[in-house]
């Protein structure tokens, strides 16, 4: 982090943003905040460069046509890989979570190329589409409660051998694999299927992503009880049968 200001940058808001996950931005900022930390936040679209000095970026879902060519945008830009190897941050939800595999079936029902950011690709899946609410273990070494959230793709999403699962479901799809795990991550860069915003239901996430950017280990505490509230509402909501 440079100069005490938190840099978040928000990816493509005029391609990715479906299901209000623009409400993530909105979270780590607001977190970052009530840290004490100074946040400048960055909205850039598709038709501009993607800075290479951001310490979190954040990518949400889309329709088919919106994530091929922002696929395709960032792909051609190239910064986001700089990004990384600079030690950013990347969260991504849904489309945007395809779009750091290694490729996707896009809606012209091609194999088009990702990131490759995440050892993760995508095809599209020929059953029923992967709808509802969703609940989650996530995985062990993270160390934060259970993950709820929506998720609406039709995409089935295969790990590689260096991806982790982000977590495993106790209800819902997640990548759809049948294998219960949902989303991937590596060490800076976590995809998910999770809209809700996901970061408004598991505020410990963008939290996560705080003490990364920071480095450090623990971060005063806030007062959660609108979030627990609402995680209450959306967990109890999974359990219903559909
Ligand atoms: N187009 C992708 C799919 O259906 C992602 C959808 C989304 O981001 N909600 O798999």
């Known amino acids: 982090m440079s100069d005490n200001s938190l840099r978040v940058v928000w990816v493509y808001p005029d391609l990715l943003s479906t299901y209000g996950d623009q409400g993530n931005v909105l979270v ?18 598709s038709d501009q460069p993607i800075p290479t000095s951001g310490d ?15 696929a ?5 830009d190239g910064h ?8 950013a941050i990347v969260f ?11 490729e ?39 160390g934060l409660p259970a993950l709820t959230g929506f998720e609406n793709h039709q995409g089935i999403t295969h790990l590689g051998p260096t991806a982790r699962p982000l977590a495993r479901v106790r209800f819902g799809k997640g990548n759809g694999t049948g294998d219960g795990t949902e989303g991937a991550y590596n060490d800076t860069v ?9 970061l408004a239901r598991n505020p410990q996430i963008a939290d996560l992503m705080l003490k990364l950017a920071l480095d450090v280990n ?8 609108w979030y627990e509230a609402l995680r209450t509402e959306r967990i109890a909501a999974a359990q219903q049968p559909a």
């Open 28 to 45: 780590v900022e607001r977190r970052a905040r009530q840290r004490g930390l100074d946040v400048a936040r960055l909205d850039v679209r």
């Open 72 to 76: 395709e945008r960032l792909l051609r």
């Open 56 to 70: 979190i970026y954040l990518i949400g879902g889309g329709e088919d046509r919106p994530q091929r060519l922002a």
């Open 190 to 198: 976590f995809g998910t299927y999770m809209h809700g915003p996901v």
């Open 104 to 142: 996707f079936v896009n809606d012209l029902g091609q194999r088009q190329p990702g990131l490759g950011l995440l050892d993760v690709t995508t095809v599209r899946g020929t059953g029923e589409r992967c709808v509802g609410d969703v609940l989650a273990d996530i995985d062990a070494p993270l």
């Open 80 to 87: 986001l890989f700089q990004a990384v190897n600079n030690g």
């Open 92 to 102: 991504a939800v849904c489309a945007g979570y395809q779009i750091l595999g290694h």
């Open 218 to 225: 623990a971060l005063p505490p806030t007062d959660d009880r």
